[in-house]
């Protein structure tokens, strides 16, 4: 059971890192495992608070260029 779950979440993780590279193609490593840190443990370290991190979250949106590889949900 244990090795099934562990494949699972290896498939899962290769397309969502393939998926990301797609839409950021100038992804760096760094990128990569800060999202794999990120989508286990969270953004507490980033931000105290979900108000704070609302906060933070439009402010760097506001800064953001709008590309191609800009997801449509984010447009």
């Not at 397309?15 to 950021?24: D, G, I, K, N, S």
């Not at 980033?46 to 906060?55: G, I, L, Q, Y």
């Amino acid at each position: 059971m244990i090795e099934t779950d562990t494949a699972k979440m290896t498939d899962e993780t290769i397309l969502v890192l393939a998926r990301h590279f797609e839409l950021y193609p100038l992804m760096t490593p760094q990128d990569a495992v800060k999202l794999l840190y990120q989508s286990e443990f969270g953004c507490g370290h980033f931000a105290p608070s979900h108000e704070r991190a609302r906060e933070m979250l439009d402010m760097e949106c506001a800064v953001l260029e709008r590309t191609k590889t800009t997801p449509k949900s984010s447009r």
